[in-house]
């Protein structure tokens, strides 16, 4: 049982993840798949798993990172097809994080990421707050993000970027952007 709150089996996440991979599929392929797999559910353990594992079958897409040390991740799941999305159901992968940048050019990003990671006493309505605060900023700059939840309390937005910027441009752009949307907020 994944979800016992609402009685959803892994048999239920395949189903889900088979519907949805037509919505899906356009925003993980050819990207490098991080997973957060929940084999006892989501009420057990958890772990992040981002080397494919050796049990993995052949026909699903790999990438090698080209530039991994030696305690990295070196082969990547890469999610191109509906039969790799019911794979990673029948593994338990509930969180599904892709990169932020393309296998071909995984130097250069083709979104910035802005991460609303909520504290220990922070509500969900709160971490709500921030991203429409975000939303504000990013309507003011002509830009559009697109949320994500994560997590169980967490909110990712997306943010898509031209090409030509590294991941320290993004990076400090969403630096500034949070500065001024955390400027907003009292203490």
């Given at each position: 049982?994944?979800?016992?709150?609402?009685g959803?089996t892994?048999?239920?996440?395949?189903r889900?993840?088979?519907?949805?991979?037509?919505?899906?599929?356009?925003?993980?392929?050819?990207r490098?798949?991080?997973?957060?797999?929940?084999?006892?559910?989501?009420?057990?353990?958890?772990?992040?798993?981002k080397?494919?594992?050796?049990?993995?079958?052949?026909?699903i897409?790999?990438?090698?990172?080209?530039?991994?040390?030696?305690?990295?991740?070196?082969?990547?799941?890469?999610?191109?097809?509906?039969?790799?999305?019911?794979?990673?159901?029948?593994?338990?992968?509930?969180?599904?994080?892709?990169?932020?940048?393309?296998?071909?050019?995984?130097r250069?990003?083709?979104?910035?990421?802005?991460?609303?990671?909520?504290?220990?006493?922070?509500?969900?309505?709160?971490?709500?707050?921030?991203?429409?605060?975000?939303?504000?900023?990013?309507?003011?700059?002509?830009?559009?993000?697109?949320?994500?939840?994560?997590?169980?309390?967490g909110?990712?937005?997306?943010?898509?970027?031209?090409?030509?910027?590294?991941?320290?441009?993004?990076?400090?752009?969403?630096g500034?952007?949070?500065?001024?949307v955390?400027?907003?907020?009292?203490?």
């Amino acid at each position: 049982m994944l979800f016992p709150s609402i009685g959803a089996t892994k048999r239920d996440l395949i189903r889900y993840y088979v519907t949805m991979a037509p919505v899906l599929l356009p925003y993980l392929r050819g990207r490098p798949l991080n997973t957060d797999r929940w084999p006892d559910g989501v009420t057990g353990k958890h772990f992040w798993q981002k080397q494919i594992p050796r049990h993995a079958p052949d026909w699903i897409a790999r990438w090698d990172y080209p530039e991994a040390g030696s305690t990295e991740s070196h082969t990547y799941i890469v999610a191109d097809r509906v039969a790799t999305m019911a794979w990673l159901a029948n593994q338990a992968v509930i969180d599904l994080h892709p990169w932020t940048s393309r296998c071909e050019s995984y130097r250069n990003p083709t979104y910035a990421l802005i991460d609303i990671d909520p504290g220990e006493r922070t509500t969900f309505q709160q971490v709500v707050t921030f991203a429409r605060l975000y939303a504000t900023a990013l309507g003011h700059l002509g830009v559009t993000g697109f949320p994500k939840l994560t997590g169980k309390r967490g909110i990712q937005i997306w943010v898509p970027v031209r090409d030509g910027y590294t991941f320290d441009q993004t990076r400090d752009w969403v630096g500034e952007l949070s500065r001024a949307v955390g400027g907003t907020v009292p203490d």
